[in-house]
C-alpha cells in the first residue's frame, strides 16, 4: 500500500519568511496530493491541491510543486502570518476503488510575530 | 453552502453508555466518511459510505455502528467503548466516493470516554 513521509515535524519561521514542507510517497499509482491545515480544535482544512499532470500550483502566498519521478511533492508559504500557525498534512490517493487518502504524520508550524 | 456540521462537539461517556455523534452536510455530496483523529497525529480512516451504501469499514470494532439515513445525514453509534477509544471524531464528504475527488471535513467531536 501507500505510504506517505512528511517533513520536518514542526517548524518554527519568523513572521514574513517563507516556509517549505515536504512529502513522499511510494505508489507511483498516486496522482492527487492535496494538502489540509488543521487549527487547535478544528477539522482540517483543504488549502490547496495538486494533479499530477501539472508540476506547480499556486493559490496567492500558497504553492505547490510536485516530482513525479521523484516521488515527492511541497507545500510552499510565502510571507508567512501569526495565523498561518497550524498543523499542516498532505496526503496521496489513486484514482482506483474509493476515495481512500494516505495522509503524512503532520508539520506543526509556528509563525512568530 | 460548503459546510459539514458536526454535532456534538464534546462529549463525554462511561463505558456502559450508548450514544451516537451526527453529521450533516447540504453540498450534494453522495458520499460520506468517518475518521478518527489522535492528538498530535493524521486522520485514520473509519467508514465511508457512497450513495448511502457502507463502501468500505477498516476493521473496524463493532462498538462503532455508522448509519447513514440519507445521502445528507450520517450518524455513528457508539457503544460499550473503551478509553483508548477518546479521540476527536472526523466527518468528511465528497462527490461521489470514487478516487481523487476533495474531501470536506467537518470540525469534529470531542469525545472522552471515562
Known amino acids: 500500500g501507500e505510504n506517505v513521509e512528511q517533513h520536518p515535524s514542526t517548524l518554527s519561521v519568523q513572521e514574513g519568511d517563507s516556509a517549505v514542507i515536504k512529502c513522499t510517497y511510494s505508489d507511483s499509482a498516486s496522482n492527487y496530493f492535496p494538502w489540509y491545515k488543521q487549527e487547535l480544535g478544528k477539522g482540517p482544512q483543504l488549502i490547496i491541491d495538486i494533479r499530477s499532470n501539472v508540476g506547480e500550483k499556486k493559490d496567492q502566498r500558497i504553492a505547490v510543486t510536485l516530482n513525479k519521478t521523484a516521488k515527492h511533492f511541497s507545500l510552499h508559504i510565502t510571507e508567512t502570518q501569526p495565523e498561518d500557525s497550524a498543523v499542516y498534512f498532505c496526503a496521496a490517493s489513486n484514482p482506483t476503488g474509493f476515495n481512500k487518502f494516505y495522509f503524512g504524520s503532520g508539520t506543526k508550524l509556528n509563525v512568530k510575530p | 453552502d460548503t459546510e459539514v456540521t458536526q454535532t456534538p462537539k464534546h462529549l463525554v461517556m462511561g463505558m456502559t453508555n450508548k450514544k451516537s455523534l451526527k453529521c450533516e452536510q447540504h453540498m450534494g455530496h453522495r458520499a460520506m466518511y468517518w475518521y478518527k483523529q489522535k492528538a498530535k497525529k493524521p486522520p485514520e480512516l473509519m467508514f465511508v459510505?457512497?450513495?448511502?451504501?457502507?463502501?468500505i469499514n477498516e476493521s473496524v470494532p463493532s462498538r462503532f455502528s455508522p448509519e447513514c439515513p440519507n445521502s445528507s445525514l450520517l450518524n455513528l453509534h457508539l457503544h460499550a467503548l473503551q478509553p483508548e477509544d477518546s479521540a476527536l471524531y472526523l466527518c468528511?464528504?465528497?462527490?461521489?466516493?470514487?478516487?481523487?475527488?476533495?474531501?470536506?471535513f467537518g470540525s469534529g467531536t470531542q469525545l472522552s470516554v471515562l
Open positions: 468528511a464528504s465528497s462527490l461521489t466516493g470514487t478516487g481523487n475527488e476533495k474531501l470536506f
Open positions: 459510505y457512497s450513495y448511502e451504501k457502507l463502501s
